[in-house]
């Protein structure tokens, strides 16, 4: 009479045949006079009973040390710090990208609602997402469009996304500021396609988004924002945005005359979406993420570790 024992024996050598010597299933079902699904379940009770255990190598380093400090300090959710090697003065924009697109591509969730954002970043991101099928996966465009046509526009960035991932999307048809704040509310809350917008911005499961800094005198596009406005929020303390959204070095948001002028998710909703990710790396973009994490808007920071090493600071 077999006992459990000698079942472990036998899941163990069923688990070496094929994970270390190559020997596929269906061979090892013919030798044993087993059916090919009773070796996959074997399998699967060698991996429950911790039999197999599988280790993944990732292609990129990851700081964990910094990460755990990182959401200590910032009582934020989750951190992702990507080290740099010994020979790289700091971590590009492109490499940060394609790190997120391989956390994004497995983390990916159906009958889901995602808003994405805008910026060098978040196109690095969808330009190295893997081509996938998705189910009920739904993109909504978080700000209006930028005019320059590239990767970094969120039109683009949405279009983009959505054909990677054969998701369904919802657009925004107008630029991320317009004339007044009569227009804005106009735009949002008196029209077909801003109530769509805004319904689906109350949807949203997750929002992926990159953050500015003021501080090279650039929001946006020029084209957009005035230097008059810059200039006034540089007055009243700006370090950076997240989607349009103005802040301090505390993190509070600062009212302007551009702030009504802006077609973006409103702070207020963009809170109550339950996973708020941030992508941005750069010393120089520092004082923009402490901000930005002293506000309220992310729940998920993915940086690089000597950006890391200066919020801990």
């Given at each position: ?25 269906q061979d090892i079902a013919s030798r044993f006079g087993l059916s090919k699904m009773t070796i996959s379940r074997m399998l699967q009770e060698a991996k ?207 009212h302007t005359n551009l702030e009504d002028r802006l077609i973006s998710i409103p702070t207020i909703i963009l809170k109550k979406i339950e996973n708020r ?37």
């Open positions: 009479m077999r006992t459990q024992k000698d079942r472990d024996y036998q899941l163990t050598q069923i688990a070496i045949m094929h994970f270390q010597k190559g020997v596929s299933q429950d009973k911790f039999i197999l255990q599988i280790n993944v190598t990732l292609p990129f380093q990851i700081d964990l040390q910094k990460a755990e400090e990182i959401v200590g300090k910032y009582q934020i959710k989750t951190a992702i710090i990507v080290k740099s090697s010994d020979n790289e003065k700091f971590v590009t924009t492109e490499l940060i990208g394609k790190i997120y697109a391989f956390y994004m591509g497995i983390a990916l969730q159906e009958n889901h609602v995602l808003g994405m954002g805008v910026g060098k970043t978040i196109g690095q991101i969808v330009q190295n997402l893997f081509p996938m099928n998705t189910q009920n996966l739904h993109i909504v465009q978080l700000m209006g469009g930028l005019e320059d046509v590239n990767y970094a526009n969120p039109f683009t960035i949405v279009q983009e996304t959505c054909r990677k991932l054969h998701a369904t999307g919802t657009y925004i048809s107008s630029y991320a500021t317009v004339e007044s704040k009569a227009l804005r509310e106009s735009f949002l809350y008196k029209s077909e396609i801003g109530e769509r917008v805004i319904g689906y911005w109350k949807k949203c499961k997750e929002a992926l988004f990159g953050i500015g800094t003021i501080e090279k005198g650039t929001l946006l596009s020029p084209k957009l924002v005035m230097v008059e406005e810059i200039q006034k929020l540089k007055k009243l303390g700006a370090v950076g945005d997240v989607l349009g959204h103005c802040f301090d070095s505390k993190g509070n948001f600062i990710t941030a992508v941005a790396a750069g010393a120089e973009k520092a004082s923009a993420i402490h901000g930005a994490l002293l506000s309220g808007l992310i729940t998920t920071l993915v940086t690089d570790d000597k950006t890391a090493a200066v919020l801990l600071e």
